[in-house]
Structure formats: structure tokens, C-alpha cells
């Protein structure tokens, strides 16, 4: 986040699956929480 600021970026964007709770609770630990209304799509080639 801080090399982000530096680079005068608007916002970090990450994905976790809802079944890694470790990784989910690492991102709450740094005070963010996930946001609603995103929809992430995935197709096979």
C-alpha cells in the first residue's frame, strides 16, 4: 500500500477465496474490509 501512495495510485485491489480463512483474516487484520457489489468472473480456454 505504501509503494501504491507513492505511485500516487487510488486503491489496491486483491482477490481471496471465501474458503482460505487465513488469508481472510490477514486482510482484516490491516483494517480492510471486503467490498460488496464486485463480481469476479473466470472462464477456461
Given at each position: 500500500m ?17 474458503d ?26
Amino acid at each position: 500500500m505504501e509503494e501504491a501512495a507513492a505511485n500516487r495510485c487510488s486503491w489496491v485491489e486483491w482477490t481471496a477465496d471465501d474458503d482460505n480463512p487465513a488469508a481472510l483474516r490477514f486482510y482484516e487484520s490491516l483494517g480492510v474490509q471486503p467490498r460488496e457489489g464486485k463480481v469476479f468472473y473466470r472462464t477456461s480456454v
